[in-house]
């Protein structure tokens, strides 16, 4: 992978950048623009975007395909629902909330398939406690918001991209609302709008400590009810169907495993939305759900897309700690269980285990500092005192306060003999939200023509270097709908051919390997997993250095050869799929994807902290980005199926 790091002054400015080994195989680096103050003048995010993608677009290979592209507008309901290939205006890969409020709006104008891993509500979204943040009160403005944005985001955020999402938040809000979503309201009738940490104001829409489940329930109820909208659920996406126009990359559509039946189902459609979410696995712990393979990354990756900025992972300060509560847990979470930030935000207080308040050492800010600073302190108090969990403790406030702002919290915890309002409660940092990922622009388009991101897999600019609390959420619903216009004018420009499907191979299930060498196959994916997310937990976590970082590219590196080679000795072929094999492809794919950033990192910023830099470095205040090259050396993981190389 080749890396350069380069200064500059709101101007893109490139290097020819050193080659570096084949990490992700088929990337080649380029780091970009910067922003003195983050002033308004100059490249924004979006235009260096339309601009600096050109540099390496030369590389791609030429294909045949888009010569041969018949136009066919009528897209029939029948078309939709019969066989192996279904034809749609749009397919939304996910269906958390950006993917269901983009669907919503582009259903208005055309067919749309909702492909989703699991069942509908299984995502990131139906996870999320704390809320919403909006200025939604007098005495808040943009600005605030703002700054705090920018302020967490260590100054990396692109400041176009903030105002756009600060200032269009509230009236994606009011929308939510209208369409039914219930918020909690003070006695007089307002919001209740909470205070979380990075906070300047009180500005957090909220459902109790289950907003995320209430946006969701609102969001699906009208899914359901609308005619033009079809949900495929447990259909896995494998890869976009992708071909050449010049230099350009254009994507054509999706193929996906129905994980109930075991049948290769292809999407072909004229605009695809990914909104698959993160890619908290590659950790052992954390707080996403167990569909939270990377998968949408990986793909795009695969398909030639730009990734930015993967070595900000954000780990949330505090997860429930199993080892800590009264009564164990019988059996190992699928995820780690979130305490919200609005906790903290509410009164909460952060001790060791000897009871001593800890975070005013660390930040004048204490508890209400930034999750990165936070989680930092606690990975530092429980190594200094070789402990395994810290305790929050809210039992200070008053009760009914407290169960009615954290009811779910406080339910949960009690299941394991631990009442909120008498005792504190052991937390532990986890693996939470990936701050980097497919680079968008402020529409949401990628550089592949025909695809659009939203939510946790896009890399818009807003969360720079660290992700600001309930941030998430907003810049879900402000960029789910900018990417409805666009869509619909790419939509209707734009033609489908009935016999399209032909001229991509079809990814082959495996059961003519027979039952003991899938068991075998999948016996030896899920160790590797295992020993991957280790890997990363150990030498790619809160606090990382130089040494460890290549000892962990090394390692992966390792573990992914001896995978594939097991995989191919067993008959394997690259053509296959199976649902554990592709998360694990998809796994290899982002990690190495974080790894590589990391190491291009030469300072300490935001989420990414390493001692052998342990400063912020203005001269290295830019994305770092990911171009794509030349697939032909790379692994499996790094391949799209359609075009792997048959051993």
Avoid at 117 to 132: D, F, L, R, W
Avoid at 565 to 590: H, I, S
């Amino acid at each position: 992978m080749a890396t350069g790091i380069v200064a500059g002054s709101s101007k893109l400015q490139f290097r020819e950048s050193v080659c570096r080994g084949q990490s992700c195989g088929q990337a080649s680096w380029v780091s970009g623009v910067t922003f003195k103050g983050c002033p308004q003048k100059g490249l924004s995010w979006s235009s260096w975007l339309s601009k600096g993608l050109q540099v390496q677009r030369s590389n791609f290979p030429q294909s045949s395909i888009h010569d041969n592209w018949k136009p066919l507008r009528a897209v029939t309901a029948s078309c939709l629902k019969d066989g192996s290939v279904k034809y749609v205006d749009f397919a939304v890969i996910g269906s958390g909330v950006a993917g269901l409020r983009y669907a919503l709006e582009v259903a208005k104008h055309g067919s749309v398939a909702v492909i989703t891993k699991a069942e509908p509500h299984e995502s990131n979204t139906n996870y999320a406690q704390g809320g919403v943040s909006a200025v939604l009160c007098p005495l808040d403005s943009v600005e605030s918001h703002m700054q705090d944005t920018i302020v967490a985001g260590a100054y990396l955020c692109d400041e176009e991209t903030v105002r756009v999402v600060c200032t269009e938040g509230p009236d994606r809000i009011r929308e939510l609302i209208a369409m039914g979503a219930s918020f909690d309201h003070r006695e007089d009738g307002n919001l209740h709008l909470a205070r979380e940490g990075g906070h300047s104001h009180h500005r957090i829409v909220h459902a109790a400590d289950m907003t995320g489940r209430e946006i969701e329930r609102a969001l699906l109820e009208a899914v359901i009810n609308d005619p033009n909208i079809f949900m495929f659920e447990h259909h896995f996406a494998i890869d976009f169907l992708t071909s050449q126009d010049g230099s350009e990359t254009v994507c054509h559509g999706v193929d996906t495993l129905n994980t109930e039946t075991q049948e290769v189902v292809r999407f072909i459609s004229k605009v695809v939305l990914l909104a698959s979410g993160g890619a908290g696995h590659i950790y052992p712990m954390t707080t996403n759900p167990l569909v939270a393979t990377g998968d949408g990354i990986a793909m795009a990756h695969r398909a030639q897309a730009v990734i930015s900025n993967m070595e900000f992972v954000q780990f949330h300060p505090t997860a429930l700690a199993d080892e800590g509560l009264p009564i164990k847990p019988t059996k190992t979470r699928e995820n780690a269980f979130l305490i919200t930030e609005a906790v903290r935000g509410d009164g909460g207080i952060l001790y060791n285990l000897s009871m001593e308040r800890f975070m005013p050492l660390y930040d004048e800010r204490a508890e209400l500092a930034p999750r990165d600073v936070v989680a930092r302190s606690i990975d530092d108090q429980l190594k200094k005192r070789d402990e395994k969990y810290v305790l929050l403790d809210i039992s200070h406030k008053p009760k009914e306060k407290t169960l009615s702002h954290f009811p779910n919290i406080a339910a949960e915890c009690l299941k394991y003999g631990l009442d909120i309002t008498h005792q504190p409660i052991p937390v532990v940092p986890a693996a939470h939200y990936m701050c980097g990922g497919v680079r968008a622009g402020l529409q949401g388009e990628t550089n592949v023509r025909g695809l659009y991101v939203a939510g946790e897999v896009a890399c818009t600019g807003l969360h720079g270097a660290n992700r600001l609390a309930s941030n998430s959420l907003l810049e879900a619903l402000v960029f789910a709908r900018r990417a409805v216009q666009p869509s619909i004018d790419h939509m209707s420009s734009s033609n489908l051919d009935l016999s399209a499907s032909d001229r991509w191979a079809e990814p082959v299930v495996p059961t003519s390997l027979g039952g003991e060498v899938i068991h075998n196959v999948l016996s030896r994916t899920r160790e590797l997993r295992k020993e991957l997310q280790s890997v990363m937990w150990k030498y790619v976590g809160i606090v990382r250095s130089t040494t460890r970082l290549k000892f962990a590219e090394q390692r992966i590196a390792e573990l992914e050869a001896k995978w594939e080679q097991y995989l191919f000795q067993q008959g394997w072929e690259p053509t296959m799929v199976g649902l554990e094999a592709c998360e694990m492809r998809n796994l290899f794919c982002c990690a190495k994807l974080v790894l590589s950033s990391a190491l291009a990192r030469h300072e300490s910023r935001g989420l990414h902290y390493t001692i052998d830099f342990p400063y912020v470095e203005e001269s290295k205040r830019l994305p770092t980005v990911i171009f794509p090259c030349s697939p032909m050396k790379s692994t499996w993981s790094s391949r799209q199926l359609h075009n792997q190389h048959i051993h």
